[in-house]
């Protein structure tokens, strides 16, 4: 007899644990209440903002890199609504991609929103489904402000921000985090003035100190504002105009005044409607829902996977931990580690980062050296203009291996994967130093932060 699985959700996290649940032949039921397949991510999240990113990011090349180089390009009129629908195009692609996955692997795909009714049963369309395995991968949805309700149409979330019609006179945005800092990016080169309100003393606060320092020193060249330190204490959104009082970091208020508004605070675990009590499934003290390290909730053979469950809110972490936990259920060796998850934020530089921090190392107590090595002395960073940002590398003291990493340039995210296989097979710098990597590229950097680690660097 088949093992049945019934997954709750058709973001990363469902869809990803489907498929493979059925390749090692499980009886696969996918329960999605969206009309269109693949969660956040394919539909208001990664995908479209990097869609946006992209585009915009054109027309900063446009407007200016291109003078720099003599190249006289006049930038007459951005179409914003074939960017927007050329975005669209893309996230069908892939979602109706999804659709044709789960048929290819004789997926049951159910559309309609699941509850339970009790334990281990789970109704949908007044259907009851009951099954060996039951994943729970609903997801996760904005936080915000209680006395200022988001309404998509001024007052934005990041899914009404991706969905614009208008480029912005004057976005303002509530939280300078990875979100924040992606739409602000895109909506500056898209010509809006940019208005950040942090409550922090830096932008992107999970990052490092220096990586927040380099970025809003860009950001801010680009003509974006930040307002550090400071809280937003009020808001008011009336026929198209949206105010904000705002309280600095000696107390003393001010108002800002735009025709936009993105709150981006964070996202919170999407268990609503779930009927989880009636499931004897128990969240945890933030709303996750409760599991051990097996990500077993409660209940016997019910699991959370992907941003219900804790850890990073991030596509790769969500799919990986579905497929780790489908593989361990059916007898496949599986690991997966939190600290290996990567993080990337996909503005002009980029940031990319794996394993841990300087600021994890200090609180683990664990001794390390860092090599670091800045792009404005490496070939490649200069012809492509890419030199304000850095290689930064981690190296423990006692054991010579990598313990973190982040990159900042236009290609960080592509190129971290070294650092990634490094870090994950527990290679010592020895192992990397000699690396001979192709001349002249960005990663050639990446060998010179280690080399800086021991003070071998030979560009700098
Ligand atoms: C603007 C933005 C940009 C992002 N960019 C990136 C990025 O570049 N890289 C990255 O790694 N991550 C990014 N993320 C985060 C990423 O989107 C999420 O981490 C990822 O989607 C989580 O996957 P998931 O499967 O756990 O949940 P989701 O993708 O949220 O999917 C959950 C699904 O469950 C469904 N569902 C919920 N309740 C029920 C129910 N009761 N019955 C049936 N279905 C239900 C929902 O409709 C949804 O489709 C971004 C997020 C946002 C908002």
């Given amino acids: 007899m088949k093992k049945t699985v019934l997954i709750i959700g058709g973001g990363p996290a469902g869809y990803v644990s489907a498929i493979r649940a059925a390749q090692l032949g499980a009886d696969v039921t996918l329960v999605e209440k969206h009309k269109n397949l693949g969660g956040t991510c394919l539909n208001v999240g990664c995908v479209p903002s990097k869609a946006l990113l992209q585009y915009s990011y054109y027309v900063h090349l446009l407007k200016q890199e291109f003078q720099h180089l003599g190249i006289d390009a006049t930038l007459n009129n951005i179409h914003f609504s074939q960017m927007q629908e050329k975005k669209g195009q893309i996230v069908s692609n892939l979602t109706q991609g999804i659709a044709y996955l789960l048929k290819k692997n004789k997926i049951r795909h ?7 009714v009790a334990e281990k049963t789970v109704e949908v369309n007044q259907e009851i489904f009951k099954s060996d395995y039951i994943l729970l991968a609903t997801g996760s949805k904005p936080i915000e402000l209680p006395f200022f309700p988001i309404d998509e149409e001024h007052v934005l979330s990041s899914t009404g921000a991706l969905a614009l019609k208008k480029i912005p006179d004057h ?6 985090g990875v979100i924040g800092l992606e739409m602000g990016s895109v909506y500056r080169a898209l010509g ?3 208005t950040f309100i942090e ?8 990052f490092d100190e220096d990586v927040s320092k380099t970025l809003m020193e860009i950001m801010k060249q680009r003509g974006i504002e930040f307002h550090l330190k400071t809280k937003v204490v009020k808001g008011e959104s009336n026929s198209g105009k949206v105010k904000l009082s705002c309280e600095g970091p000696d107390k003393s208020l001010f108002s800002l005044e735009g025709d936009y508004v993105l709150q981006s605070i964070g996202r919170k675990p999407n268990t609503k409607g779930l009927d989880l009590d009636k499931g004897g499934i128990q969240l945890d003290a933030k709303g996750f829902i409760q599991t051990g390290p097996d990500l077993m909730t409660s209940v016997q053979g ?14 790769h972490k969500a799919s990986h931990e579905g497929i780790a936990l489908v593989e361990t259920l059916f007898g496949k060796p599986a690991s997966y580690n939190l600290f290996e998850v990567p993080n990337v934020i996909y503005t002009h530089p980029e940031v990319a980062h794996v394993g841990m921090s300087e600021a994890d190392l200090k609180a683990h107590q664990l001794p390390y050296k860092v090599g670091k090595f800045p792009f404005k002395a490496n070939a490649r960073g200069l012809v492509e203009h890419d030199d304000k940002g850095f290689v930064k590398v981690l190296v423990c003291k006692s054991t010579d291996r990598l313990m973190g990493a982040v990159v900042v340039c236009s290609h960080a995210s592509e ?3 070294m650092f990634q296989l490094a870090i994950a097979q527990k290679l010592k710098i020895q192992d990397l130093k000699h690396l001979m990597i192709a001349h002249p590229t ?7 932060a280690i080399l800086n680690s021991d003070n071998e660097s030979i560009h700098f």
Avoid at 110 to 116: D, I
Avoid at 200 to 206: E, K
Avoid at 442 to 448: D, F, K, M, Q
């Fill in 192 to 194: 809006s003035k940019v």
């Fill in 415 to 417: 190129m971290l994967a």
């Fill in 442 to 448: 960005l990663s050639e950097a990446l060998v010179e």
């Fill in 199 to 206: 409550f922090f003393d830096r932008v992107a606060p999970s």
């Fill in 171 to 176: 976005l303002m945005i509530i939280g300078a």
């Fill in 302 to 315: 019910v699991y959370a996977i992907g941003d219900v469950a804790v850890g990073p809110m991030l596509a």
């Fill in 110 to 116: 159910v559309h309609g929103e699941a509850k339970f």
